[in-house]
């Protein structure tokens, strides 16, 4: 049988994994600054961090829906 669909902390959820991505966006950042990388390698850095962005964006909105959801406009 299935569990059935406990969504009461899935806001404090999603910002703990904004928080989390926030803090390894700041980490790649200072292994930018701090290292000596190759091309390759300072790319694959930057691309990961535009993605982690977008992430970011996307766990926003869904943190709205679901305020909207729980409690209305």
């Known amino acids: ?3 059935p669909d406990n969504r009461s902390d899935n806001i404090r ?3 703990e994994m904004i928080d989390n991505t926030i ?3 700041h ?3 200072e292994t930018l600054e701090n290292t000596r990388l190759n091309s390759e390698q300072r790319a694959a850095i930057e ?3 535009r993605r982690r962005e977008e992430a ?3 766990f926003r909105a869904e943190i709205k829906d679901e305020y909207h959801d ?3 406009d």
């Open 13 to 15: 959820k999603m910002q």
């Open 70 to 72: 729980r409690f209305g």
């Open 56 to 58: 970011i964006r996307s």
């Open 1 to 3: 049988m299935a569990k």
């Open 27 to 29: 980490e790649a950042r």
């Open 23 to 25: 803090e390894n966006m």
């Open 47 to 49: 691309a990961k961090n």
